[in-house]
């Protein structure tokens, strides 16, 4: 059973380091294929176990005692009281059940709407809605009702307070801001936050990362030099020990470490050259060793991975400047070199959790450290396949017209590299045309992958990405997109110090937004995240956190304690729920993919293809336009959910 989980916990780690960077590759206008994902992942997996090898005695049996390891203590627990888990193991899955049927009726076959939305008539550019799936109301049930509101928070500020602000001194313009090629006035409430919150919500959101890391530097930095003191007293300390207490070998660190950083500079797909191998090496030791020491202090949720990684490409994408590698064609091999060393990273705490465990029950450390690297390779793969295929499911093709502007792309040796092309060409509405990759605001039109006409050079179609596409309505449709808020701020930081060539204005906006929270003593990052999140995304976590308040009420009142509530049958229904949703999404989105052929030649959108043939959507009618049936059926959730953690 210790074998099977830390195989298995491998995943949860692999896929936070891969989605909080790779997705920035999309937002940049470049495409994400399954090898890229997969080797980045497969590189910083490996790399994560590699380093933990000389360190493990180090930490965690030197530090025992001092070094809790909560994760892994609390499923060293359920190993030895596995016989417990029969009743929680059914509440787990008839939360599941129930999430992926929900999702599965709303998001597959449409039954009732996925984003119930209010728009002010009287208030112009105010609006409100909510993305009423089963995952989020989970999601805002464990994190709280202090964060949930927080993030509902920095969401009303964005819809109600920046958006109608913008509409509000903006629409008596006669000339676009900046570059744009719409005036205000004629924006809609999501175009004015695709053009402006966005960089002031990226702008809060990169600045308080960093003040969470500048907050973080004392016991970063002490991290970094007690692992090290106890790394030089435990590399001679090898003879005669027992099974529990046998290693891989200390050579295979620095060989695997080597290869690997070889194998990288040889994949030109990468981007990566024989800095930044070496760049991955160093940042990947130096984080891993403060990865495990923060996990052994306060758990692996509170691990602040993505702080690290803005910190390492940072220090990157500085160096790079400093010897001249500036311009675009560096962006790739900058984002690659976060992404192996986040993995890296955070596969470094998971790893030392799970070494803890084995600790505690008396595991042998080499067959764990062999059974992540097979949990990592594995992970790798299947992470690369999932996100690729989500990108590519709600990926849309819109028409987009820039009268007058033309994007020629640029030669290699070029020394203005805005617009680029390698060559490629996409059929879409029964014509070829060229595709382009705008890498910098040109004229007009904002960076990402485009269309062009081969004759006239004129825009005519974007290629929004699935991941962080800023597209949110077509012809006045919601369409559904997946947000990555970190992403985002690895591509603001890469841009910002490699091509010089931003918004200034709207990101500090953004910044002392965050430095005036940060004033008021309340905490800046929650807040910052969600101006920069949809406000669908913040108010169905918010109505989950509501919940949890309720049964937080109960619990101050006496009838239950807040031990019970944090490890009671409410986090643990809501943990289904999340699991529930999120596989139904995937399996939606296999299924959207399978029939995209189909859905091209009866001309509906891939995503609503599914409900298109079983036609569950129009034999229901007004029913599943209504947004008081969708919040209706929400609520009904949130009521299900309040009475099994009530239990």
């Known amino acids: 059973n210790n074998i099977v989980q830390t195989t298995g916990s491998a995943g949860e780690s692999i896929a ?20 890229k994902v997969a080797v980045i992942a497969v590189a910083g997996g490996v790399m994560g176990v590699l380093l933990m090898i000389p360190l493990r005695r180090a930490l965690i049996v030197k530090e025992h005692g001092r070094l809790t390891y909560p994760e892994g203590t609390a499923c060293a627990e359920v190993l030895v009281a596995g016989e417990r888990g029969g009743v929680q193991a059914k509440r787990l899955f008839q939360a599941f059940g129930l999430a992926f049927g929900y999702k599965f009726l709303m998001a597959g076959l449409k039954a009732w709407r996925e984003y119930p939305t209010w728009t002010s008539r009287s208030y112009q550019g105010a609006s409100i809605s909510a993305e009423v799936s089963p995952e989020l109301l989970g999601v805002g049930y464990i994190i709280g009702p202090r964060i949930a509101g927080y993030l509902f928070a920095g969401g009303s500020l964005a819809y109600l307070v920046l958006i109608p602000a913008i509409k509000l001194f903006g629409s008596g313009l006669t000339t676009p801001i ?17 053009e402006f919150v966005f960089y002031i919500g990226a702008g809060a959101v990169a600045s308080a990362g960093i003040i969470a890391l500048i907050r973080g530097l004392p016991t970063i930095v002490g ?118 060393i986040a993995v890296s990273a955070a596969l470094a705490g998971t790893t030392s959790q799970d070494l803890k465990t084995g600790f505690l029950v008396g595991a042998t450390p080499r067959r764990q450290q062999l059974a992540i690297v097979v949990g990592a390779v ?12 989500l990108n590519n499911t709600y990926t849309n093709i819109v028409p987009e017209s820039h009268p007058g502007v033309t994007l020629e792309a640029a030669a290699p040796d070029a020394p203005d590299r ?39 050079r004129e825009v005519a179609f974007l290629v929004d990405p699935g991941i962080g596409g800023r597209v949110r309505e077509i012809d006045g449709n919601p369409v559904t997109k997946l947000d990555s808020p970190k992403a985002t701020i690895m591509a603001l930081v890469t841009d910002g110090i490699l091509t010089q060539k931003l918004p200034w204005g709207l990101v500090l906006i953004g910044v002392f937004l965050t430095l005036s929270i940060e004033l008021m003593g309340l905490q800046s990052l929650p807040i910052a995240v969600g101006v920069y999140l ?60 399978a029939l995209v052929g189909r859905a091209e030649a009866a001309q509906v959108p891939a995503a609503d293809y599914l409900a298109h043939v079983v036609g569950l959507q129009g034999g229901l009618g007004a029913f599943a336009q209504s947004d008081l049936v969708s919040l209706a059926v929400f609520a009904g959730l949130g009521f299900i959910l309040y009475r099994v953690a009530s239990r």
């Not at 805005?418 to 960076?447: C, L």
């Open 223 to 340: 991290a970094f030099r007690s692992g090290f003191q106890d790394l030089r007293g435990s590399l001679d300390e090898r003879a005669g020990r027992l099974r529990t207490d046998v290693d891989l070998p200390t050579w295979v660190t620095p060989v695997g470490a080597a290869a690997l950083a070889l194998i990288l500079t040889l994949l030109p797909q990468l981007a990566v050259n024989l800095l930044g191998a070496v760049l991955i090496v160093v940042f990947g030791f130096f984080f891993s060793v403060v990865s495990s020491r923060i996990t052994g202090q306060i758990g692996v949720t509170a691990n602040p991975i993505s702080g690290m990684t803005i910190a390492a490409l940072i220090g990157t994408t500085s160096i790079f400047l400093l010897i001249g590698w500036t311009g675009v064609d560096y962006r790739v091999g900058a984002i690659s070199i976060a992404g192996v």
């Open 16 to 35: 936070a380091g891969i989605v909080f960077t790779l997705p920035a590759i999309l937002l940049m206008g470049y495409d994400l294929t399954v090898g």
């Open 534 to 593: 949809p406000i669908s995304t913040s108010a169905s976590m918010f109505a989950g956190g509501v919940v949890r308040w309720l049964i937080d009420r109960r619990s101050r009142s006496g009838e239950r304690s807040i031990v019970e509530v944090e490890s009671g049958p409410g986090v643990l229904f809501s943990s289904g729920l999340i699991a529930g949703g999120a596989i139904a999404g995937i399996v939606i989105a296999g299924v959207a993919a």
């Open 418 to 456: 805005s617009v680029t092309a390698s060559g490629e060409r996409m059929g879409h509405a029964g014509q070829e045309w060229d595709v382009v990759r705008v890498n910098v605001p040109t004229e007009g039109v904002q960076p990402g992958k485009y269309l062009v006409d081969p004759e006239s």
């Open 378 to 389: 594995t992970s790798a793969l299947a992470i690369g396949w999932t996100l690729t295929l």
């Open 178 to 194: 900046f570059a744009e090629t719409k005036l205000i006035a004629d924006m809609s409430p999501s175009e004015v936050r695709a």
